[in-house]
Structures are given as C-alpha cells and as structure tokens.
C-alpha cells in the first residue's frame, strides 16, 4: 500500500467530499478491463485503477510523483504505468520501479504514489480511503445481502449531479416513496401520512414507520461497518415472480463536492429454478421500471439548490435525515481536528521590521 493521499481538510471540506478512514464503492468491476486503465475522481481525488497482468487490481493516485502529470494517460506495462510526459514507471503499490531518463535516479524504489487497499463485491470496487493518520484499512463488514449465498442481485450504478449528502439523505426518507414514487409499480399503496421511529442497532440505526410495514417503502437501516449502506425492503407484487419483496443496498460515494456515484444493488432471496426466472423477469420486465424511479430521484435531486437545506423548516418524518446529518458532522469534525497541525508546528511569528 503506497503512503496516503495528504490533505489538510477543514470540517466543511470533508463534509462536502466525504468522511475518511473507510470504506467506499469506486465504480463497477466491469470498467476496469484486463489491460486497460480506468480514471475516476473520488472524495475530490483523480485516480486511475488498471489490472496486472495476473488480474490483480490496483489503484493510484492519478498523478506521477515526477511532475504530477496524470497517469492515466501513461501506458498500462502488465504491473506498471508508464507515464507519458518522461516515462517514469510506478507500480501497483504506487512504488518507482524505473526512470528511464536517468536510471539510478533517487526516486527509484521509492513509493511515493497513494494506493489505496482494494476488494471487489457483488461487481463493485470497493477502497479504502484513510488519512495520513490512519493508512491501514479501517475493519469492515461487507453488507450481508451482498455475501449471502442464497441472495441474487444485480447492481445498478449511475453519477448524479447532486452533492453527497443529499444522495445519502434520500435513503433515509422513506416517506418519499409515497409521492415521488407513487405511480410506481411497486411503491402505489399504503398511506400517504405516518409516524416514524428510530431504532438503534449494533451497527446504525433502523427509521421505520410505526403503523405501516410492507406495504411500500416502510423502513430504511442505516449501517456504518467500516463502509456506509442503507438496507430497504420494497413490496413486490405477484406479477413480479418468485421471491416475495424485493431488497435494495444502496451506497453513495461522493465525486466532488458537487457530483455523487450512487450504488444501488438490487436483491432477492431466490434459489434454483426460482432464481432464473427472477433474473430472467429482471432483465427483461422489472429493470426498466427500478430505472424510471431512480431517475425520479435524480431529476429531483438534481433540481435542488446546492444550498437548499439552509433554509429548511423540517418535521417528524424528517429524523432520520437529521439523525444522518449529526453523525457525519460530528465524525467530520473529529477528523479535521485530528488532521490540523499541533501548535508546536506552527510557524514562528516574525518579530515586528523583519518582515
């Protein structure tokens, strides 16, 4: 693992482009082909992810430790890139392995490029990001739909022009589904008033309805296990084959401080014959219909103000998002905190005409 991407983030900052010492999903599996190199920026980061030649994946920092050109438009040499502007060569764990202008240079077997730890699941790429203080990748337990046998899913990916945070305080608003959605096919019935409640659980918290279950989108649990999910239910109807309801794990991972990835992960618990027609009615009937309702979501995110939650007069069903939002400044403030320099690394002050 190469050393740590430096950045000396205020609360805000990280707040914007998100939290550090954890997990993220990076972007479907299938973008980074044997081969090929991939870039994409993340938490207001430009990387380049690329294969070696045994399939073993890998992530950079996208930025040459020579001059800082960008590595992915180097060429991709099986356990290497080569970078375009004077060939320096890194490898995947972002060590100098050659400087072809001057071989025996210093910069040779150093690691100076950030490589963040990886692993795949369910065709995604998860990583690590941590801070200079943090390196080694935080524990994890993976979402348990994701590693259960007996669950089939398929993933749905899409970057949508909305901050981080209102990506992920739309999981938590159950109640939307009843409006935004309701001409769903899966999101029509049930009552368009509630009263929810908050649960707490070993690794988040449940915000469910308190006098409606299974009949639309009833409940959310947000979990924080070394990566950020939500886990929802969403009522099938007959028509849409075997499994009973259908279950959603939904990531996002902030692009920039204006522009979100969102992972949402589709799932049932099918096996044999009843798992092929499930997946045979995704494909061809229910896709396109989990499809238009995300981009109801997006259309609707996307047309908020980046400020829009500034001036707010917020009710009972909105307490899971403000529940979501206490947690991240918090953990957003204890991270800058930890990442200001000392004083007793502060610069001496001048004394006064020898400015």
Not at 26 to 41: L, N
Not at 212 to 232: A, K, M, P, S, Y
């Given at each position: ?54 399939g ?43 400087v ?34 943090h ?10 739909p ?49 009263r ?64 979100t ?28 219909r ?56 502060s ?9």
């Amino acid at each position: 693992m190469g050393p740590m991407v430096k950045r000396q983030l205020s609360a805000d900052q990280i707040l914007a482009t998100g939290l550090r010492n954890q997990w993220y999903a990076i972007c479907p599996s299938e973008m980074v082909p044997q081969g090929g190199v991939h870039r994409v920026r993340r938490l207001g980061i430009d990387w380049v992810l690329f294969r070696e030649s045994d399939g073993t994946l890998r992530m950079l920092e996208d930025r040459c430790p020579h001059r800082g050109a960008p590595l992915s438009q180097g060429q991709h040499l099986g356990s290497k890139i080569a970078c375009a502007y004077h060939g320096v060569q890194v490898d995947g764990t972002g060590k100098v392995v050659s400087v072809p202008g001057l071989p025996g240079c210093n910069l040779e077997g150093k690691t100076l490029v950030p490589s963040p730890p990886l692993q795949e699941l369910g065709g995604a790429i998860l990583a690590y990001i941590g801070d200079e203080q943090h390196p080694d990748p935080a524990p994890v337990a993976l979402p348990d739909p994701l590693v259960d046998e007996e669950i089939s899913s398929f993933l749905c990916y899409a970057e949508w022009d909305t901050p981080w945070r209102y990506a992920m305080e739309n999981l938590l608003d159950p109640m939307h589904g009843a409006f935004l959605h309701r001409e769903s096919h899966s999101m029509f019935g049930g009552d368009v008033e509630a009263r929810f409640r908050i649960r707490e659980t070993d690794r988040g918290f449940f915000f469910e309805k308190t006098d409606q279950r299974g009949v639309n989108f009833d409940w959310v649990e947000f979990c924080r296990t070394g990566i950020d999910w939500v886990d929802l239910s969403i009522p099938y109807p007959p028509t849409a084959g075997p499994g009973g309801s259908f279950g959603i794990v939904g990531m996002g991972t902030p692009i920039d401080e204006h522009t979100t990835a969102v992972f949402f992960w589709r799932y049932r618990k099918v096996s044999g014959w009843e798992r092929d027609v499930w997946r045979f009615l995704y494909r061809t009937k229910l896709e396109a219909r989990h499809w238009h309702v995300l981009e109801q979501d997006r259309v609707m995110l996307e047309a908020m103000s980046e400020d829009a939650d500034q001036a707010e007069n917020l009710y009972q069903h909105d307490l899971g998002v403000v529940r979501l939002r206490r947690l991240y400044k918090k953990l957003a403030e204890e991270q800058a905190t930890a990442l200001a320099p000392s004083p007793s690394h502060s610069p001496e002050p001048v004394p006064a005409g020898r400015a």
